[in-house]
Structure formats: C-alpha cells, structure tokens
C-alpha cells in the first residue's frame, strides 16, 4: 500500500502528462509491490514559488517524494537500499538526476491507517494471520 506524494519543482504542464501513472507504476516496481497497491499524488511548483537559504543553483529543480508505506524494512541496510530505488526510480521517471530527489519515509502506516473506514492492521496481527491461514 505504498502511498507517495511526490512533487515537482520548476515543472512545465506538458513534464507531467502521463507522469502519475509512470511514477506509480516506477514505485510499485521499485518496492515489489502487488500490482493495483502504489497510489501516486502529483503536486507542480512553480520555480519562483521554491527557494533554498542563499539560493538555489542555476538549473536545479529537485524533486520531493513523501512515501508512506504499511511497514519499513527492520534492516538499515535494507531500509537504504529500498530509499535508494525509490529516489532512482522517481528519477528516471521523471527525467531529473537522482541527486536531485529527496525522500522522507513517513513513519510505517499499519496500526494508524484506514482505507475505508477498515484500520490497516499492524504488521505483527498480519502475520500471525497469514500463519494462521497457511497452516
């Protein structure tokens, strides 16, 4: 359940035709998620409307990804590896260099989500569950 918001900085109305889609469909292969599963927001800002203290450089115009995920990888090896394909993949997608895009990993939303009124359960209930239903 991958759910990323993601915003464009200095971005031109026709840079982000088609680019929801190719961003989610960019994520969902990046964190092996189940087809159907990865929601993508995309927000524009206008250059002007975006500024860094002593200024930005010529011709930057970063990236942010917020991602929310059900649970993050427990390794920190792991955990970077995964920010790391997330930050390639939004790159390639949307034509900008990597070092160009910023992700903040939301904190895990099981346990604090809900998606139609049904709580997202905490990775722990889900997995003795899965136990329960595989045996």
């Not at 915003?7 to 189940?34: C, K, N, V, Y």
């Not at 903040?104 to 139609?116: D, I, T, V």
Request: proline share 6%.
């Amino acid at each position: 359940m991958p759910i990323a918001d993601v915003t464009l900085i200095g971005a031109a109305q026709h840079e982000t035709e088609g680019l929801a889609r190719r961003l989610a469909d960019a994520l969902s292969l990046a964190l092996g998620a189940p087809a159907g599963t990865t929601w993508v927001r995309l927000h524009r800002v206008a250059a002007e409307d975006y500024a860094e203290d002593g200024g930005a450089p010529e011709g930057v115009r970063p990236v942010f990804v917020d991602l929310l995920r059900r649970a993050w990888p427990d390794d920190d090896a792991e955990r970077a590896r995964s920010l790391r394909a997330v930050a390639e993949a939004v790159a390639v997608a949307c034509g900008r260099p990597v070092a160009n895009v910023h992700v903040l990993a939301e904190p895990p939303a099981a346990g604090r989500m809900a998606f139609g009124g049904a709580r997202v359960a905490s990775l722990a209930k889900s997995r003795s569950r899965s136990r329960v239903s595989v045996t």
